[in-house]
């Protein structure tokens, strides 16, 4: 079974279905400044999210895919081998601005970590995620997401938890 919310230690504040944003995560990564994290009551913690302060990039996107290279590194250093993605579909491979595209959907960055993938994973770690998202064409963030072994059951958990609210 995962932490519970009280296990982990530090101030938070409850988003609802078993979410919770951490104010003060007990070991924070400098270049994470946001944390949130999925418990639920009989499966514990599932899922860790945590995300870059807002990155501000030109139009091809440089500052973002200059950060997730380095997060990038970080993560292959600790846990081996991933499996990269950076695909655009339905677009013109010369669109001008990189982050609309990831807007759009029409663009993926990001990197896969799994036992499949010939990862080294440890704690109980089904698979990390790394990846670009954007709030607007000139403004983006990296997240990290942790994914336990126990998430199919936690996931369960909280979707059946509002049954009785039908």
Known sequence: MGLSIDEIGCEYTTLGQGQFKLINPPKPHSSLKEYSVVISPNYGLSIINAFSSNISTNSNGSEARIAFEAMLQR??????????????????????????????????????????????????????????????????????????????????????????LL
């Open 75 to 164: 993560l292959t250093a600790v846990y081996g081998q991933s499996a990269l993605t950076d695909d655009l579909f339905d677009a013109n491979p010369n669109e001008s601005n990189w982050l609309q595209s990831i807007i759009e959907g029409k663009r993926f960055l990001f990197a896969i970590w799994g036992k499949d993938k010939g990862s080294i994973l440890t704690d109980s770690i089904r698979n990390i995620f790394l990846g670009v998202e954007a709030f607007d064409p000139y403004s983006a963030y990296i997240k990290v997401q942790y994914v336990f072994e126990n998430y199919d059951e936690a996931r369960n958990e909280l979707i059946h938890l509002e049954d009785d």
